[in-house]
């Protein structure tokens, strides 16, 4: 299946130094704290070098979110994704966006956001289309090609997307921010997405696969 998040143009060294930089930076001190001459020192370069990549600290850190889940989403490897095995896809979509969820940077740029929207109120915005919007079209795109091979019987896939991340996140991400579980272990990561995709599949699971050209109604098959 064809990869539909958008791909990040290569980034010269000092557009990746940059980035390690301000993330280091982001992390240590959050966003109102840092500024852009802090983050020209932690990447090594002038603050001139970073205004010639990024337009401004917000649009830098829309680039380290948007890096992050390049990190988890960006590429997936041949028949990880298959239209005809939904139940294994969504287990790989759900894990991936768990993890990336869960990790101590995935955490501590969440609690940043948490932090610090309501002074900044444009950095809600950078993060959404920066992160969990690239995440839910990833999704969408792959629930489209399920349906369309008659796998899965659905009308809104946005709609559907957010309600399969709902699924996955569930309460385990609120403790994990709120400090209440610590590092996600696999075994735990791997319940909570078995579960939701388990709870997916049973709403809108094809029961009886067609031919590709014909789409199932929901409730085709299931007292066969």
């Not at 290569?10 to 966003?31: C, M, V």
């Not at 991936?96 to 109120?121: C, Q």
């Not at 403790?175 to 909570?192: F, M, P, T, V």
Request: with cysteine; aromatic share 8%.
């Amino acid at each position: 299946m064809e990869n539909t998040l958008r791909k990040e143009a290569p980034l010269n060294s000092k557009a990746e130094s940059i980035l390690t930089g301000a993330k280091r930076a982001f992390l240590a001190a959050g966003f109102g704290a840092v500024s852009m001459d802090t983050i020209a020192r932690e990447a090594g370069v002038s603050k001139a070098t970073v205004y010639a990549h990024f337009a401004g600290k917000e649009e830098l850190f829309g680039a380290v979110i948007g890096r992050e889940c390049e990190r988890y989403f960006a590429q997936f490897s041949e028949g990880e994704l298959d239209p005809r095995d939904v139940r294994a896809s969504l287990t790989v979509l759900g894990r991936r966006f768990l993890e990336l969820l869960l990790s101590p940077d995935g955490i501590a740029l969440y609690r940043i956001i948490l932090g610090e929207v309501t002074r900044f109120p444009g950095l809600g915005e950078v993060f959404w289309s920066a992160g969990p919007e690239r995440q839910r079209l990833q999704i969408e795109f792959y629930l489209k090609s399920a349906i369309a091979t008659g796998t899965l019987a659905l009308g809104d896939t946005r709609l559907a997307a957010e309600q399969f991340v709902s699924l996955v996140r569930s309460d385990i991400h609120v403790r994990h921010l709120l400090r209440l579980e610590a590092n996600a272990d696999q075994r735990g990561i791997s319940a909570a997405v078995e579960a939701a995709v388990a709870t997916f599949m049973r709403g809108f699971e094809c029961q009886t696969a067609p031919p590709v050209a014909f789409a199932c109604h929901p409730d085709e098959g299931r007292d066969r």
